[in-house]
């Protein structure tokens, strides 16, 4: 991590919601058409939002990435153009936070906030498409992952895991139903919520379904012999995602690994006291999204203090976006899948 970054984000973390309504002040007092967007966003609304802008910008300034604050910018954008909406607010709320930001830091934290908030600027000069489509591609899997996108969608759940029997029995693997269609599904359910054409309550009902298919699938699941390692994997605290690493955890038991898998959210000195309890050969963390970095560095460096040479892999967006920022976070490797998840840890246990 970045020291004088964390130091930076640790300021924002104290007068976020006091930084974002100075922006939406300035805002408000910008050019007419901003201040109507503004108001027509809603003051409230719009200091939230601003403070989960600050958030992500704290995030990316502890780990000396401005590629993590892009990544949020990037991501509002995209949603911005799925809409056909300008990204004119966005752009003054950025300049107008630049200008908070470097009225209101310390002198010699200014430069780092305002060069992130200046590449976000210069990103948003090009345009940034909406998010594509998860599941157009024309694979063998494409038309069951959208016969089971259409089930959820239409509140059938029996009618969705039906889809999932029948394909294990006519002799899918469960790696391709976990990559192909469970993972494919729930991405494109994100995606629709995220461009307003699907609403919580849809996702929520997908994710429950998937957890029962991913229950199914492990009861289907050929496992081989137990090979006396134990993996432990959680979510770290603040990631309410947890889909993702239990499915990893079910690719570990596949290949005779002990899973001890602790779910979403999963505080770092509890974890500490999982590793003294259950004493993993290997640890798997699930980062769901920038916010969780911080969160991830705290939780690393509680295992090291604990156990300094427990190999520990760390899996998530972030890292597949951002090349090399496991290592920020002090992990010792990313998978960007359960596949290469389930190969790191058996080429731990041939090597030792
Ligand atoms: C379901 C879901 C939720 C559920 C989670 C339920 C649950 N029990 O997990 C709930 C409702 C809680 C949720 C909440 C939020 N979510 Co959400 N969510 C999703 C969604 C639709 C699916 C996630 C999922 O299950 N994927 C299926 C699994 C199998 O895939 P995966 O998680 O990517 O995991 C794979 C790899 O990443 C990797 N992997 C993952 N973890 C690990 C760990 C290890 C160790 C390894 C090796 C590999 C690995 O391997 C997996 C298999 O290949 C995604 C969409 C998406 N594109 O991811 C959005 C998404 C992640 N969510 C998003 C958002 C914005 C949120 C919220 C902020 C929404 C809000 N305003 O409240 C909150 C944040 C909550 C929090 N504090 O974490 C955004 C994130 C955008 C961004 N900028 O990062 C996404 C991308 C949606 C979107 N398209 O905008 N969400």
């Known amino acids: 991590m970045n020291d004088q970054g964390t130091f930076i984000a640790a300021l924002l973390d104290s007068t976020r919601k006091a930084y974002a309504a100075g922006t939406a002040l300035r805002v408000s007092e910008s050019s007419p058409q901003v201040a109507d967007a503004l108001n027509h966003f809603g003051f409230n609304e719009f200091v939230s939002d601003t403070e989960v802008r600050l958030r992500n910008l704290a995030e990316a ?4 990435r401005p590629e993590v604050f892009l990544l949020d910018v990037e991501w509002l954008a995209s949603t911005l153009a799925s809409r056909q909406a300008s990204t004119d607010l966005l752009r003054a709320t950025l300049s107008c936070l630049r200008d908070e930001l470097n009225d209101s830091l310390p002198t010699d934290a200014r430069p780092m906030a305002d060069e992130y ?39 059938k759940r029996s009618s969705a895991e039906k889809l999932i029997w029948d394909a294990v029995d ?32 849809e996702e929520h009902f997908g994710s429950r379904v998937v957890e029962d298919v991913l229950v199914m699938l492990r009861s289907r699941m050929v496992s081989e012999p137990e090979n006396g390692h134990t993996v432990l994997l959680a979510s770290v605290s603040g990631n309410l995602h947890d889909i993702g690493p239990r499915l990893v955890a079910d690719r570990f038991e596949g290949k005779g690994w002990r899973t001890i898998f602790l779910g979403a959210n999963m505080p770092a000195n509890d974890l500490v006291m999982g590793v003294k309890e259950f004493s993993p050969r290997m640890v798997a963390l699930s980062v769901g999204q920038a916010l ?21 892999l760390v899996g998530g967006a972030p890292f597949t976006a951002i090349e090399g920022l496991w290592k920020d976070i002090g992990a010792d ?6 596949d290469s998840a389930v190969a790191f840890g058996q080429s731990l246990i041939s090597a030792k």
Do not use: Y
């Not at 210069?122 to 089971?148: T, W």
């Not at 192909?180 to 991405?187: A, D, K, R, Y």
């Not at 969780?292 to 520990?312: F, G, V």
């Open 61 to 64: 300034l502890a780990c000396g």
């Open 170 to 201: 006519s002799g899918a693997s469960v790696s391709d139903l976990h990559s192909q269609v469970v993972t494919q599904v729930q991405n494109e359910l994100g995606r629709m919520w995220q461009i307003g054409e699907s609403h919580v309550a």
């Open 333 to 338: 490797t990313f998978a960007s899948d359960a």
């Open 117 to 155: 908030l200046g590449l976000a600027l210069e990103m948003l000069e090009s345009p940034i498409p909406a998010p594509e489509s998860c599941i157009a591609h024309v694979g063998p899997f494409d038309r069951l992952a959208k016969a089971f996108l259409v089930a959820v969608l239409e509140g």
């Open 292 to 312: 969780n970095l911080r969160s991830a560095a705290e939780t690393i460096a509680a295992l090291r203090t604990l156990q300094p040479d427990l190999p520990i």
